[in-house]
């Protein structure tokens, strides 16, 4: 069994249902800090946080990665206990996060056991930021731990985020970026009313129905070389009290914007308000801006990682910014450059998620190359 395996089956029995760490950071600390990794556990509300550096100069190198894992659904529809490891007769290991991502944590570990081991002494620093808090909110997660290294003035310079970005091979795809979301609750109001009195009420349904209209026909922009067109989706809408008689007093609409850097956030808002105003709702929006959108269109990460791929699998990259959000939105503003690379993606967050146990093993190999292409 080799150590990135093994420690993959460490992590994957402990249940760390977010934001419950479950004692994982815990046992990657005690594997880092032989090492001569500087051990600083940060907790922020409910989540833990592990912030783990090896050396002080410049550049920094992240490993960045999340322990906690969603709810594993139906546990009788699993073919293995999802907390129980196990690994079948086509090399294929079971188990909640074993793709999303503690596959690639251990890798990352593996990874720098190895470097250290034949450059004690590299140009440069080396850090692992693990969050209990990417499946959950993200709110005490990442996104605090970033803030805390900005106000003491730790910057990354480079940023490898372990997320499964692989699609039929292993390094098929990389994440060079990642659309930016951006969410309105909107609440229409009208006047309520009796449905055979019409002229004495205020229908808000009716009142919206020209501009959702307008909404979803508008062109928000037409994308760019690396990002497709910004998307705009309805994602809840109500109104009424179940009666069939009466007239609901207001509509509540959420809407959700998922951009490319060819928008800005103003630019959708500013947009949005015109729509609303032009057919005279009176209205009341809040916003939620989940993430700004992120790129790293070139640069010493994306060659070394394009050149390991090739190395270790002989496989030519994709880059691609497609799927939703990941705490390399919080990550990229402080101007580090942010790889996503991990394993195949088929099984997350699915009933039987799985990972070849050979992809572990190379996916280590992966990121000790990185490693020494850019520290070695």
């Known amino acids: 069994m080799s150590p990135t395996l093994a420690l993959t089956l460490d992590l994957l029995q402990r249940a760390s249902l977010t934001p419950d760490d479950a004692g994982c950071q815990p046992l990657l600390a005690e594997r880092l800090r032989p090492l001569g990794f500087k051990i600083e556990p940060l907790r922020f509300a409910d989540v833990d946080n592990l912030w783990a550096r090896f050396g002080d100069a410049a550049p920094l190198f992240v490993f960045a990665g999340h322990t906690d894992v969603v709810p594993t659904g139906d546990v009788s529809a699993w073919k293995y206990p999802p907390f129980t490891p196990t690994i079948d ?15 690639g944590i251990a890798a990352f570990v593996t990874a720098c056991e190895r470097f250290l081991a034949k450059h004690p002494q590299p140009k440069g620093s080396i850090a692992l930021l693990i969050t209990s808090d990417e499946e959950g909110p993200s709110i005490n997660g990442t996104v605090k731990v970033v803030e805390h290294l900005e106000a003491r003035h ?51 349904i009716h009142r919206f129905a020209p501009a959702l209209q307008a909404l979803c026909d508008e062109v928000w922009d037409n994308g760019n070389e690396f990002f497709p067109p910004t998307t705009f989706q309805i994602s809840n809408i109500h ?138």
């Not at 007769?89 to 596959?103: F, N, P, Q, S, T």
């Not at 692989?166 to 009796?194: A, C, F, M, P």
């Not at 800005?264 to 209205?283: C, S």
């Not at 070394?304 to 791929?309: C, H, L, R, S």
Request: proline share 3%; net charge negative; with cysteine.
């Open 154 to 204: 730790e910057k990354m310079n480079w940023c490898l985020v372990g997320e499964p970005t692989s699609g039929k091979l292993l390094g098929d795809t990389v994440k060079n970026g990642r659309r930016g979301s951006l969410t309105g609750y909107l609440t229409i109001e009208g006047v309520q009313g009796h449905v055979a009195y019409p002229h004495l009420a205020d229908n808000p």
């Open 239 to 376: 109104a009424g009290m179940g009666a069939t008689n009466v007239i609901p007093q207001t509509l509540d609409v959420v809407f959700n914007f998922r951009h490319s850097t060819a928008v800005t956030k103003p630019e959708l808002q500013e947009r949005v308000a015109k729509i609303l105003e032009t057919a005279g709702l009176k209205y009341q929006l809040k916003w939620v801006n989940s993430g700004e959108a992120f790129l790293t269109a070139n640069g010493e990460l994306l060659s070394a990682t394009q050149q390991a791929i090739q190395e270790i699998c002989g496989v030519e990259t994709e880059l691609s910014t497609s799927g939703g959000t990941s705490d390399g939105r919080f990550i990229a503003p402080t101007g580090a450059q942010v790889l996503e690379l991990g394993v195949l993606n088929a099984t997350i967050h699915k009933v039987n998620e799985a990972v070849a146990v050979q992809d572990l093993d190379n996916l280590s190999l992966i990121y000790e190359r990185i490693l020494e292409k850019l520290l070695g």
């Open 89 to 103: 007769e086509h090399g294929m290991l079971y188990g909640r996060g074993a793709a999303d991502m503690k596959g």
